[in-house]
């Protein structure tokens, strides 16, 4: 299993961009996948989940900010993010959900695999 995320980068407050996460090693379309952020000196956030129907989740923090979306025939996850804030710079990585884990899909303990991730720094 290997993800690669990309489209990250420096704005400035209010600014957009736009991440994109490539995977490999698995059937794409049978797993729900989630975008999670971690900032420095503090652990994981979830962020945003795309479930295998199509149906979209997202954190308060990001309601009506940023836009998850997949594409199964090219195994790609992407998070559009507007009107981004100083308190979303993070490294932002997309995951896979452990099936087989009581964590709820709102908790990043409760996803698997992982890529390197992709630095977002919004500047105020």
């Known amino acids: 299993v290997q993800f690669v995320e990309s489209g990250g980068g420096m704005v400035q407050t209010g600014g957009s961009l736009t991440l994109s996460c490539t995977a490999s090693?698995?059937?794409?379309?049978?797993?729900?996948l989630s975008w999670v952020r971690q900032a420095p000196g503090k652990g994981p956030e979830w962020v945003s989940r795309?479930?295998?129907?199509?149906?979209?989740t997202y954190s308060d923090s990001v309601k009506g900010r940023f836009t998850i979306s997949r594409d199964n025939a090219k195994r790609t996850l992407t998070l559009q993010m507007n009107s981004l804030k100083p308190e979303d710079t993070a490294l932002y990585f997309c995951?896979?959900?452990?099936?087989?884990?009581?964590?709820?899909?709102?908790?990043?303990?409760?996803?698997?695999?992982r890529g390197q991730g992709t630095q977002v720094t919004v500047s105020s």
């Open positions: 795309n479930d295998i129907r199509g149906e979209s």
């Open positions: 995951m896979r959900r452990d099936y087989s884990s009581s964590y709820p899909n709102n908790d990043p303990r409760g996803y698997d695999y």
């Open positions: 090693g698995f059937t794409f379309a049978s797993y729900d």
